[in-house]
């Protein structure tokens, strides 16, 4: 239910500006080191497919729309997954569904499968709930006016949410921040160990790069391990959980083939995998939209009366969800201009030929969404923040052809329905009782790593509403 009001100014958000040609092989060794998004240049966001040749790996970016569905829609096994992402991941993600392929990978997925059932719109979105109110009596605790890192705020929430619906346990303020220090740390050590081997020089990987990495990831791991530990001993010595959750399911869960469970190990991969996947791609979203609404107060003035008409005073409920029409848009403007997952790489299994060319085997295809999203042929206004464009016909094409937050194809990302149910809730109700305000000064700078994130987080002021006219109505 779009509250009917005047469009809002487009503006267009910073972002690192693409250098106007492309950089030497050493250049680029040492800006993509801190951000993929550093090497980027000028005609990355023009090309149709552009090719990079470097010591150790021949590298395909393609953005073309028919090239884009021919690699992530594969189903022949022509495109796995890369396997130097699967090595950048292995310490944090172990064996697990994101990071393998072929038979393994499809033998993960039917026994997971069934788990995702406590995923369902209706069974989480009490959960969803709860740790928005809680999220919003942690931001009713703080001063008035008072500025905050939301990047924070938003892993705590959204990882709370994934939490309860895997443990049906909330997340504790301590675990959150060291959950968000730990994977801030390790996401930051993943170029610096996958970068020598782009070029060929495995041995410049620094012995503390390593270190600091496999440290994070035991942080992280150790906390799941502590609560599937009690659970997987009971449940394989006949006392299972009564807790209907998604690791209650995990835990039932058989290979198909073999009637064997997950081992100890094995399901500690895969919630592992379910977790972060599960709260850092929203936290990425949720964090540049809460930027976005602060520098286009026009969009939020809308937004806060669309919630308020709705609601009035009354909880939000499932059904609502869906009415929540300016809500939803700028959430997926948010993911078109800061899509979580900036970079997906494939590497192909044979020679296959791409636009005249042929692609070798061995050699990594990058399908880039932050390009795709703001590719000047296929978007008008590309970089503009403009969340009415869902509403019109400007951007049909695109959204058909050029719009891929959560991927496509057999690996779609199978959160997509919960990530944008649970990122509605959570705006609507933050903009219900706060006003966003951007600090003077502060812009954050985006950095592409495993996720997009802000490299000096995204600081704002909260200012508490007073009830609005519907609701003292209501």
Same mark, same amino acid.
């Given at each position: 239910?779009?509250?009917?009001? $005047?469009?809002? *100014?487009?503006?267009?958000? %910073? ?49 073309? #729309?028919?090239?884009?569905? /021919?690699?992530?829609?594969? *189903? ?37 499968? #069934? ?16 740790? $928005? ?31 309860? $619906? ?60 502590? =609560?599937? !530990?009690?659970?997987?001993? %009971?449940? !394989? &010595? ?72 709705? =609601? &009035? ?11 929540? *029409? ?6 997926? /403007? $948010? ?6 997952? &900036? ?105 592409? !790593? ?20 519907? /609701?003292?109505?209501?």
């Amino acid at each position: 239910m779009s509250t009917p009001m $005047t469009p809002t *100014t487009h503006f267009c958000p %910073a972002y690192p500006r693409p250098r106007a040609s492309k950089a030497s092989a050493l250049l680029m060794f040492f800006s993509a080191r801190r951000s993929w998004l550093d090497a980027l240049y000028e005609r990355s966001y023009r090309m149709q497919m552009g090719e990079v040749h470097l010591p150790g790996l021949d590298l395909y970016m393609v953005n073309e #729309p028919a090239l884009v569905r /021919e690699v992530l829609q594969d *189903t022949d096994g022509n495109f796995p997954k890369s396997a130097l992402l699967g090595e950048a991941l292995q310490p944090l993600l172990g064996e697990s569904i994101f990071t393998t392929n072929g038979a393994q990978w499809q033998r993960q997925r039917t026994m997971m499968d #069934p788990a995702f059932a406590q995923a369902r719109l209706n069974v989480a979105f009490p959960v969803m709930r709860e740790a $928005t109110d809680a999220m919003l009596a942690r931001l009713a605790a703080l001063p008035d006016g008072a500025e905050h890192d939301l990047e924070v705020e938003m892993t705590h929430v959204t990882a709370d949410i994934i939490f309860r $619906t895997i443990f049906s346990e909330p997340l504790t303020g301590p675990d959150a921040h060291r959950v968000f220090d730990a994977f801030s740390r390790y996401q930051t050590q993943v170029p610096r160990l996958m970068l020598p081997s782009l070029f060929g020089q495995r041995w410049l990987r620094w012995p503390w790069d390593a270190w600091r990495s496999r440290r994070a990831a035991r942080e992280i791991r150790g906390l799941l391990e502590t =609560l599937i !530990r009690p659970r997987y001993a %009971a449940h !394989r &010595g006949g006392c299972p959980s009564t807790r209907q959750d998604i690791l209650a399911s995990f835990l039932d869960a058989r290979d198909p083939e073999s009637g064997i469970p997950f081992s100890f190990e094995a399901l500690v991969d895969q919630v592992a995998m379910l977790f972060l996947a599960g709260h850092e791609t929203s936290a990425s979203a949720l964090t540049w939209a809460t930027h976005l609404l602060a520098q286009a107060p026009d969009v939020q003035t809308r937004m806060q009366a669309e919630v308020s008409t709705l =609601l &009035g005073t009354r909880a939000p409920e499932l059904g609502d969800m869906k009415e929540l *029409t300016l809500t939803r848009n700028v959430f997926r /403007e $948010t993911l078109r201009l800061f899509p979580p997952v &900036g970079f997906m790489a494939r590497q192909t299994a044979s020679a296959c030929p791409m636009r005249k060319k042929t692609v070798p085997a061995g050699a990594t295809v990058v399908v880039a969404p932050w390009l795709i999203h703001r590719h000047r042929d296929l978007w008008p206004e590309p970089d503009a923040f403009n969340p009415d464009r869902y509403d019109g016909d400007a951007s049909r094409d695109a959204l058909k052809q050029a719009y891929l937050p959560f991927g496509m194809g057999p690996r779609v990302c199978m959160g997509a329905a919960f990530a944008l149910q649970e990122a509605t809730l959570i705006l609507a109700q933050l903009v219900r009782h706060h006003r966003l305000e951007a600090v003077p000064g502060h812009v954050p700078q985006p950095v592409g !790593r495993l996720t997009i994130r802000s490299a000096n987080g995204v600081r704002l002021r909260l200012f508490r509403r007073t009830a609005s006219a519907a /609701e003292a109505r209501a």
